[in-house]
């Protein structure tokens, strides 16, 4: 048993008491211990974690399934008691008086949790580079990135440090990094996880969701975290199903859409062959395959990089150095120590965006960029809306590349925008997408996307699950995480 | 659309971050590729598409959602002030708004 192990198989060994709870936490801090000195997914690993994890062996029950199961969060939510920074300077010693919902559910389903993940600095960036203590390094080659923004939660489930983690998508932040560490990543709708918690940073566009090694664990973590929640009024008022239960096999007479405007010039041969060869195991499988067009996909990122800036500029606002967090020393008046600790806490990417959102929100320029941006979105949404009269799921690659190397794009932030091509517009029209490993390139996992109905996770989970198993690659384990010793 | 260090230094004005002469050129060429890259929603058969097109700014919140107006539990203060850089008797401290 170790975290390349199904949630279901660690519940297994834990009812018929092969391992206990406590063991599970240390098995990951041993993990933890061997392999983050290489890696650097974690921020912060939580010191009783393991007596947590103690208090919970008395109780595991037959249906709770995440009774015992060690995890960790990305950084960005808030944990009761334990430093939560978002990778940035200016929080950091900050020590949230509340946890986020998705980590109170979790806490009442019995997992443990082991620690913080790294990411990039408030979520921005697609590499964890922008980070603003140190960029993690992809398990399956340590000269690589594990992309980003969820780059510790990707890298630490890739590397078995943990068998899940929660990471947050606002971009392609879950799947794009799952895609680069060979995970399942998956950002459920817009609103069937409580942001409660979450630290904002496009509120239009964030969402909570699973990092696992199978769509069965996917099923299982999101089942625990979703559903409605007073204290997040974007939450919706949606009774979640039966996850598990959507898991058939079965994928006869399933329609499939296939976009070309997916499969541009910047996807990568290796990576079109890959998802080219999946989209022919699905139809073996019974699935018919049709083509279809969104044809608004080119003006996404555009839109993107103006509205997710543009919420991000005022979300960030809040950050001046009264209430919490970092701030600027010898500063002569307010508005000197509200700019002091600005410019000194947030770095780069951080700073870049705020500026444009501040640019994109600000007069004379408002009509032209925000409320043009706002009506792209309309348009895509309706491109989606379009496509899904006559297809159930849309496939594609979930990135255009592998994993790219350390320090490659990071001086190139347009570049580095791109590497969201895919992921992007899904976002833009609130609708949930799956990440899943289909095929490894020298040496580099692949992702294929897959894009379900407005909260229809289970059409998503189904088709995910049933390519899944008949590709018959989960989980993948990079050559790092064997012949550990733990 | 490209922005001069001047344009820069009003926006950072605007969103309260200090900008040093050394950031300001660098500043003011890589926002305008991002500016110039966002641009193509300016083109000409996109614009005529927008015509009388709604704007959304958000996926799932079509009214006002209000919760029922009963107390509950807040945090205690002390715990709310617990993480500020500076603060008395309950209240945050800050510099003098007004130099003299």
């Known amino acids: 048993m170790d975290f390349f192990s199904s949630l279901q198989e660690l519940h297994a060994g834990l009812l018929k008491r092969e391992a206990t709870a406590s063991e599970l936490a240390d098995l990951s801090l041993q993990r933890i211990a061997s392999l983050d000195d290489r890696v650097h997914a974690f921020l912060h690993v939580s010191a009783d974690c393991v007596a947590a994890a103690k208090e919970t062996e008395t109780v595991i029950g037959q249906e709770r399934i995440l009774d015992g199961i060690p995890y960790a969060l990305k950084d960005n939510m808030c944990t009761r008691g334990i430093e939560t920074t978002c990778a940035s300077h200016i929080l950091k010693g900050y020590i949230p008086p509340y946890s986020a919902t998705v980590a109170e559910r979790l806490n009442d389903a019995g997992a443990v949790l082991m620690g913080k993940l790294n990411m990039d600095e408030f979520a921005m960036g697609s590499s964890t580079e922008n980070s603003g203590f140190f960029p993690t390094r992809n398990p399956w080659n340590l000269e690589r990135v594990p992309g980003g923004s969820s780059g510790g939660a990707a890298a630490a489930v890739a590397a078995g440090m943990v068998p899940f983690a929660l990471g947050s998508d606002t971009g392609g932040s879950i799947r794009q990094p799952a895609a680069f560490c060979g995970v399942v990543g998956l950002k459920p709708s817009y609103g069937l996880v409580s942001r409660f918690g979450l630290v904002a940073f496009a509120s239009s566009l964030d969402q909570i969701g699973p990092l696992t090694h199978t769509v069965e664990d996917a099923a299982i973590v999101l089942q625990a975290i979703a559903g409605k929640d007073e204290r997040d009024s974007t939450s919706a008022n949606i009774q979640a199903p039966d996850y598990r239960a959507a898991l058939t096999g079965d994928v006869r007479g399933l329609r499939i859409g296939i976009a070309s405007e997916y499969f541009g010039p910047s996807v990568e041969i290796g990576v079109r062959n890959a998802v080219t060869k999946a989209i022919a195991l699905l139809e073996q499988l019974g699935a018919t395959v049709s083509p279809i067009s969104l044809p608004h996909t080119e003006y996404a990122l555009s839109a993107y990089y103006l509205i997710a800036p543009a919420e991000a500029s005022s979300n960030l606002a809040r950050y001046d150095g009264v209430r919490y967090g970092v701030r600027a020393v010898d500063a002569g008046n307010l508005l000197d120590m509200y700019e002091k600790t600005r410019s000194t806490g947030f770095g780069s990417e951080v700073k870049r965006r705020i500026l444009i959102g501040t640019y994109a929100l600000s007069s004379g320029y408002y009509d032209d960029y925000y409320k043009r941006a706002q009506q792209v979105r309309t348009l895509i949404r309706q491109d989606f809306l379009d496509a899904f009269e006559s297809v159930d799921v849309i496939v594609s690659p979930t990135a255009p590349t592998t994993a790219f190397r350390l320090g490659e794009k990071v001086h190139d932030p347009l570049t580095m925008y791109l590497s969201d091509i895919c992921t992007i517009p899904v976002n833009l029209a609130g609708l949930p997408a799956i990440s899943v490993p289909c095929g490894v390139i020298d040496g580099l996992p692949v992702g294929l996307q897959m894009i379900g109905r407005m909260f229809d996770e289970q059409t998503l989970l189904r088709v995910a699950h049933a390519y899944e198993q008949a590709a018959g690659m989960a989980p993948l384990r990079p050559a790092l995480a064997m012949g550990v010793k733990a | ?100």
């Open chain 2, 1 to 100: 659309m490209s922005l001069s260090r001047k344009d820069v230094l009003h926006v950072a004005a605007l969103a309260r971050l200090h900008v040093t002469d050394a950031e300001q050129e660098a500043l003011a060429q890589e926002l305008s590729r991002i500016l110039a890259y966002a641009a193509q929603l300016n083109t000409l058969d996109l614009v005529a598409s927008l015509a009388g097109v709604e704007v959304t700014s958000h996926m799932s919140v079509s009214s006002m959602v209000t919760r029922p107006d009963a107390p509950g539990e807040s945090l205690p203060p002390e715990v709310v002030m617990a993480n500020a850089p500076d603060a008395e008797e309950q209240q945050f401290r800050v510099p003098a708004v007004l130099e003299g």
